[in-house]
C-alpha cells in the first residue's frame, strides 16, 4: 500500500466505497453479458427515502440516559444505513425495498464504559443489541432474530476510534473497536509503522470487525491472520469486562483471547485490541506467475508455504479467473495471460526484498512457473481495491454475483475446489442460469489453503432465493468434503446450521455454556454464530 492507495470512507447503503471511486461497465461487457441471458431487471433499485421502516420500538431517552441524547438516534437514514451488511442477498433486499431487520435505534458509547453500562440498560428493556462497527459483514452477522425481544439496538463503535499506545520497543499497538482499518495504518506510519492487513473490505472495515471475524487480509503470508496479530483485548458484556492479554504467550489455562475472536458479537463486544505491529517496509514489489494449469501452481505454492521462502503475498488463479483477469478490473472482459496467473508480492528492506525474490524465483522456476514480470503483479495490487466497485453495476445489468470461500488441507484441495465448483453449477444451472465460477488460493499454510470462489450468472426473479439455494449446495459440498465452512468470512447466520455440524453438538453447547455466563439474557447478536437458547 502506498498514501495514494489510501481511500476516503463515504458510503452509501449498497453502493460500496468511496462516491469517486464507483464506476460503469464497459459497452463491450454490457453486449457480453446479454448474450449470456443477462437482462436488466425490471425495478430499478429503490430510492433511499422511500424505504419504508416500521415506528422505532425502543426507549430513546433511556438509552440517552447512558450516552446522551446527541449520540442516540432513530432517523430514517441513520437506521436504514445500520441495516444489514454487504451481502448480495442484503444489498438485494435493500435494492427491493426491504429494510425489514432495520434497527429501532442507532446508539455510539464514547468509552468502554458506556458500552458496559448501554449493554446492561439493553438488558434491563429487553434490547437485543447489534455490534456495528465497519458493518462490512458478507455472512448475516448484522441481522439479528427480533423475537421475543421489546426492540433492536445497533451499537455503533465509530466514536471508539482512537490509537490508545504505541510502544515501540515491544512492537504493539492499542487500538479501539470503531477505529477503521485505513485510519488506523494512516496513524502507524507517522511512527514508521504498519499493521500489514489489507483485507479486500479494508475501504469500510474497523478494527472491531477485524477481531470479531478473524479477517484474513491479502498480505497474510508475510505477516498473518489478524487473529494472529493480536495480542490483548478488552470485552464488554452484559455482566461486565473481561480483559485478556498480559503477555505475549501465557501457559495459564486456555488463551481466552482466542475464544473472543472470531465470536461476532455474540459473547460481547470487542472495545479495543492491543495488536503486533512491524516496521513500515522501505520497499515493495509484486509480480506476476504464469502456470500451465491449477494443479501445478497449487504444487509449486505448497512447496513455499512448506519449505520457503515465503512471499509476503501469495496467491493463485484457477484457469477460469486468470481468462476473466480478475487481476486487473479494467480489463475483466479482456482475458489474462492464459493458463493460471499467480501473484507474488515482497515487502521488507531493499536487501531483503531481493533476497527472497531471487529464492522464490528460484522455486517457483523449478516448479513450472513463467515470471511474467511486475506489471501483472502491480496490476493486481492497484486494482485490488477496485474489484469490489464492480458488484453494484453488475447487480444493476442484472448479473447475480456473489463470493464464498473455505479452507481445507493440502492432500484435500483439489477434491474441494472440484465439488464446490460442481455444487454451485449444478445448483445455478437448474434454475435456468448457467453460472461462470471463479476461484482462487487466497491464503497458504504449512498444511493447506484457502479456497476463494466468485460466481456470477443472469439474475431470475427471484435473486435472492436463487443465491440461497446455490449457498446451500455449496455448504454442504463444502461439509461432505471436511473442509472448514470459512475461513475469513465468519459463521453469521448463513453458516450457522453447517458450523454446527462440523464442530458437533457438544462443541456447540460448550459455547452456548459461555454465552449463558457472560450474557445471560441473550441479547447479543441472538441466532448470530449459535441458535438461540430454547425457551
Known amino acids: 500500500m502506498t498514501e495514494a492507495d489510501l481511500p476516503r470512507t ?62 442516540v438516534s432513530a432517523d430514517h437514514d441513520t437506521r436504514l444505513a445500520h441495516t444489514r451488511g454487504w451481502s448480495t442477498p442484503d444489498l438485494l433486499r435493500l435494492r427491493a425495498g426491504d429494510a425489514s431487520d432495520a434497527p429501532d435505534a442507532v446508539v455510539l458509547p464514547g468509552s468502554h464504559q458506556e458500552v458496559v453500562d448501554l449493554l446492561a440498560r439493553c438488558e434491563q428493556l429487553n434490547y437485543a443489541v447489534v455490534p456495528f462497527a465497519g458493518g462490512t459483514s458478507v455472512v448475516g452477522g448484522l441481522a439479528p432474530e427480533r423475537a421475543g425481544f421489546a426492540g433492536v439496538v445497533a451499537l455503533d463503535l465509530k466514536r471508539l476510534d482512537a490509537v ?3 510502544d515501540e520497543v515491544s512492537r504493539t499497538a492499542t487500538l479501539q473497536a470503531g477505529l477503521r482499518g485505513v485510519e488506523a495504518e494512516r496513524q502507524l506510519r507517522e511512527k514508521g509503522l504498519t499493521l500489514g492487513h489489507f483485507p479486500q473490505s479494508y475501504e469500510g472495515a474497523s478494527i472491531g470487525g477485524y477481531a470479531a471475524a478473524r479477517s484474513a487480509g491479502q498480505s497474510s503470508a508475510g505477516y498473518g491472520r489478524f487473529d494472529d496479530m493480536v495480542v490483548g483485548l478488552v470485552l ?32 460481547g463486544v470487542i472495545t479495543s485490541v492491543t495488536v503486533r505491529v512491524r516496521p513500515l517496509p522501505a520497499e515493495r514489489v509484486f509480480e506476476g506467475w504464469r502456470f500451465p494449469d491449477f494443479a501445478t501452481g497449487a504444487a509449486a505454492l505448497r512447496r513455499l508455504a512448506q519449505d520457503g521462502p515465503m512471499p509476503t503475498v501469495l496467491r493463485l488463479s484457477d484457469e477460469a479467473e486468470t481468462s476473466v483477469n480478475l487481476a486487473d478490473p479494467a480489463a475483466m472482459f479482456g482475458g489474462g495471460p492464459g493458463g493460471c496467473m499467480a501473484v507474488t508480492g515482497y515487502e521488507g528492506t531493499a536487501a531483503e526484498v531481493a533476497a527472497r525474490r531471487a529464492a522464490v524465483t528460484e522455486v517457483l522456476t523449478a516448479a513450472g512457473g513463467q515470471a511474467l514480470g511486475t506489471e501483472p503483479g502491480e496490476a493486481w495490487r492497484t486494482g485490488r481495491f477496485r474489484a469490489p466497485y464492480l458488484r453494484d453495476p453488475l447487480l444493476d445489468a442484472g448479473v447475480l454475483i456473489e463470493t464464498l470461500e473455505t479452507v481445507t488441507f493440502w492432500s484435500n484441495l483439489s477434491a474441494l475446489r472440484t465439488a464446490v465448483t460442481e455444487a454451485l453449477s449444478t445448483a445455478l444451472t437448474a434454475q435456468g442460469t448457467p453460472p461462470l465460477v471463479l476461484c482462487h488460493i487466497s491464503h497458504v499454510y504449512e498444511t493447506g489453503a484457502s479456497l476463494y470462489f466468485t460466481v456470477a450468472c443472469a439474475q431470475t426473479e427471484d435473486p435472492v432465493g436463487q443465491w440461497q439455494q446455490a449457498k446451500q449446495a455449496a455448504n454442504a459440498a463444502i461439509r461432505a468434503a471436511g473442509a472448514a465452512i470459512t475461513h475469513h468470512h465468519g459463521v453469521g447466520t448463513d453458516h450457522r446450521a453447517t458450523y454446527a455440524e462440523e464442530v458437533g453438538p457438544l462443541a456447540i453447547e460448550a459455547l452456548s455454556a459461555v454465552k449463558a455466563v457472560l450474557d445471560p439474557a441473550g441479547i447479543l447478536n441472538p441466532g448470530v454464530l449459535l441458535p438461540r437458547a430454547e425457551g
Open 10 to 71: 463515504d458510503f452509501h447503503p449498497y453502493r460500496w466505497g468511496d462516491p469517486a471511486h464507483r464506476t460503469t461497465l464497459p459497452a463491450a461487457a454490457t453486449e457480453t453479458l446479454a448474450a449470456f441471458g443477462v437482462r436488466t431487471p425490471e425495478q430499478p433499485p429503490a430510492e433511499l427515502a422511500a424505504i419504508p421502516l416500521a415506528e422505532p420500538a425502543v426507549d430513546l431517552a433511556a438509552l440517552a440516559e447512558v450516552v446522551g441524547a446527541a449520540h
Open 164 to 166: 490508545l499506545a504505541v
Open 236 to 267: 464488554a458484556t452484559p455482566r461486565g469486562t473481561l480483559t485478556s492479554g498480559t503477555a505475549p504467550k501465557s501457559a495459564a489455562g486456555p488463551d481466552l483471547r482466542q475464544l473472543v475472536l472470531g465470536s461476532e458479537g455474540a459473547l
